[in-house]
């Protein structure tokens, strides 16, 4: 069987890390804008629903589960239905797959950082042994699969 290269496993190795930690750089500040984003329009869309509401008590406790950023539990304790044709709830479906994805794609990042950075700092002590080869191309597998799914996971959020 014929050996990697040192420069090949150096390289591969550290742009895996590289990249993946770029991916989660631009993920989440895509996802922390639609974020921001969506809470914001939540805000509006539940004090102006609490505007219209009668009882002064409910509107006060509104304002304070949407400080507390509790959007589900404000928009269920109104009495009347939704004026604005479910739009408050598609944002607070949305706010939460935007966390979910954004979790996700932490978790997936810091899997295959790690796993490239202590392949990579144990090349030297490991590369003689012959599940080294495994252990690379797996690296590599497991890297393409994380692109993979978050890729998925971005284009079905914002669809």
Same mark, same amino acid.
């Given at each position: 069987?014929?050996?990697?290269?040192?420069?090949?496993?150096?390289?591969?190795?550290?742009?895996?890390?590289?990249?993946?930690?770029?991916?989660?750089?631009?993920?989440?500040?895509?996802?922390?804008?639609?974020?921001?984003?969506?809470?914001?329009?939540?805000?509006?869309?539940?004090?102006?629903?609490?505007?219209?509401?009668?009882?002064?008590?409910?509107?006060?406790?509104?304002?304070?589960?949407?400080?507390? %950023?509790?959007? %589900?539990?404000?928009?269920?304790?109104?009495?009347?239905?939704?004026?604005?044709?479910?739009?408050?709830?598609?944002?607070?479906?949305?706010?939460?797959?935007?966390? %979910?994805?954004?979790?996700?794609?932490?978790?997936?990042?810091?899997?295959?950082?790690?796993?490239?950075?202590?392949?990579?700092?144990?090349?030297?002590?490991? %590369?003689?042994?012959?599940?080294?080869?495994?252990?690379?191309?797996?690296?590599?597998?497991?890297?393409?699969?994380?692109?993979?799914?978050?890729?998925?996971?971005?284009?079905?959020?914002?669809?």
């Amino acid at each position: 069987m014929e050996t990697i290269s040192d420069n090949t496993i150096y390289y591969t190795l550290s742009t895996i890390a590289q990249t993946m930690a770029a991916v989660f750089a631009v993920v989440g500040t895509f996802l922390l804008f639609q974020i921001q984003s969506t809470e914001s329009r939540l805000i509006n869309l539940l004090i102006g629903r609490a505007d219209h509401e009668t009882r002064l008590a409910a509107n006060a406790r509104v304002k304070t589960l949407i400080a507390a %950023k509790k959007f %589900k539990e404000a928009n269920n304790s109104f009495a009347m239905a939704d004026p604005n044709g479910g739009l408050i709830d598609n944002d607070i479906m949305n706010l939460t797959n935007y966390k %979910k994805l954004i979790k996700l794609t932490a978790i997936l990042s810091s899997i295959t950082i790690l796993l490239s950075v202590v392949t990579l700092s144990l090349v030297d002590q490991i %590369k003689g042994f012959i599940f080294f080869n495994y252990l690379f191309f797996l690296t590599i597998i497991i890297f393409f699969g994380c692109l993979i799914i978050v890729t998925r996971k971005m284009l079905a959020t914002f669809k």
